[in-house]
């Protein structure tokens, strides 16, 4: 079975966008997905930059909103802008804490309906998934037990995981997100969803 | 009749793959076309940047030569990556003469024809477009005089007029290119021209 690796930042709008598409697409396909959580944070560092791209320039920013607001009305999916409770930009919220879950999640077997869940959450209903209490609602949710979960992202093993993948992105030639990988074909973009399906099919 | 305006600078990549494909879209439509040439250099200059993103950032360049590659493959147009004479690479052309050869033709009606042949040459055959020479040849393939082209280019109305695209541009909220406009709705990338068709479409 072919495996098709679709990295993500839970930071990540255009993600939320290919997450939500994901199981549709794989299941009309033969092709297995790997949800593999990383950081673009150290990524973008490296790019010179302090936050995302689209808080560094405004005019990107901008238009992500509206770029946004557009996809989400044709997948028909909700969209509400990441928050502060005090009313300020909420975006990038901190992707950290999320990622390890996804990755004791992607041990257990249950990192596709959390990754979907934390999106919906995050970018459907506007929800600060930095937040431990926002993440272990999450959890509950998708039958899992939250207490047990956020310790084990506190094990050496996952925290190591993390940086690794991270790693593992750069070496790939990952510079954002959403990014998908066949063996060493990459795609980014959203957009390049169904181009990467079709690699996948095609590839030895 | 609904005008969708299309917004490029000569030294990208993703223009040329938009340039080629827009004749047919056109063609199957209603849509007036408005072709405007303009420079990316001051808007990359604003965000801090030197050159373009895909020098800046060695990752996103090597994945644009592989996406170019794919994506040129898909369209069924040939693909050359621009060097200099001594075999260094010569990305981005210097795009001033070409755009400004392009205003000269927007008002003399052959704006769409030099624009192709262009494009075609940079990135289907890896010419200099930076070099009067090789403008001069184009020009001479779709008929128009040279000699007298490159004078009018000098006239201070030209050179204020592609001062003026670029500054509407900026007004537009466009940040790259190829950038697509129905009135102030703005759509970037070449993967986003469907969407700006569709949209022009059902536009007041």
Redesign the interface.
């Given at each position: 079975m072919k495996t098709l690796c679709f990295w993500y930042d839970f930071a990540s709008t255009y993600c939320y966008l290919s997450a939500m598409r994901l199981q549709k697409l794989a299941a009309s396909s033969a092709i297995k997905i790997e949800w593999k959580p990383f950081l673009l944070g150290p990524i973008f560092q490296a790019?010179g930059l302090s936050s995302s791209p689209f808080n560094?320039?405004a005019?990107?920013g901008?238009?992500m909103v509206?770029?946004m607001q557009?996809l989400t009305a044709e997948q028909s999916i909700p969209f509400k802008w990441p928050e502060m409770s005090d009313g300020s930009d909420g975006f990038p919220r901190n992707s950290l804490l999320a990622s390890r879950v996804a990755l004791v999640g992607a041990e257990l077997g249950w990192v596709e309906a959390f990754t979907c869940a934390v999106f919906r959450a995050e970018f459907g209903e506007g929800a600060d998934i930095s937040n431990a209490d926002t993440i272990s609602e999450i959890l509950v949710k998708i039958g899992i037990d939250p207490l047990e979960t956020l310790k084990l992202t506190q094990s050496p093993s996952i925290k190591q995981k993390l940086r690794e993948d991270t790693e593992r992105a750069?070496l790939l030639?990952?510079?954002?997100a959403p990014s998908f990988t066949i063996g060493e074909e990459?795609?980014?973009?959203n957009?390049?969803l169904e181009?990467a399906f079709a690699w996948a099919q095609i590839a030895e």
């Open positions: 790019q560094a320039h005019a990107k901008a238009y509206r770029d557009r750069v030639g990952i510079f954002g990459l795609f980014w973009g957009d390049r181009s």
